[in-house]
């Protein structure tokens, strides 16, 4: 069991859902969206199988004081939704810069969960950034109109390892700057 801890980050609302902290109650629900084998492909870091635990294990870090990375749950449930619809996350690379990452479970997919979650963190800019990187698998195209549809640039291509995959996937990587 773990203790629940209390991020010091803002609750952001959106249009048709809230992006606020993850709480432990959201470790059911984030579970099975992950153990999806197709979303999970889409993450660098979301194994597949999914090993028992890991939702708890992975709220429980984020949640800790020391942790580089804000993650919140896009929280419909405002709107008669789910109360988990995916995550959005920014992880602190340096004092001016911080990468984006996002999932939204499959049920939900192409509906504009994701822009809009991401469109929201944008305009919110709570680490304050002045630039946002965000790295997407090139078979993810969808991914990648996120990202460009927010006004994200394209700055080249590289490689990330997939955990899921346990391979090293071409991606494609992008910049922000913030106004």
Partial sequence: MFQEAIPAQPVIEAER?????LRKSDAGLMSMYTSD???AEGT?????????GSSEWFISRVNSEDSNED???????NQGLSELLG???LTTLDDD????????????????FASEAVQALIAANPHGSRTLLAEVFQDNPGSAR???NAGFEYLGDAEGWSVARS?????????RKMA
């Fill in 17 to 21: 859902f809230v992006l606020r902290p």
């Fill in 37 to 39: 084998k197709r979303l």
């Fill in 44 to 52: 660098r870091a979301i194994p597949h199988p999914l090993p028992p």
């Fill in 71 to 77: 993650v919140w749950a896009i929280d419909g449930s």
């Fill in 87 to 89: 995550v959005i996350s």
């Fill in 97 to 112: 810069q911080s990468e984006i990452g996002f999932w939204v479970g499959a049920g939900f997919w192409n509906v504009g």
């Fill in 146 to 148: 996120v990202l460009t």
């Fill in 167 to 175: 391979a090293r996937v071409p991606t494609w990587t992008y910049l």
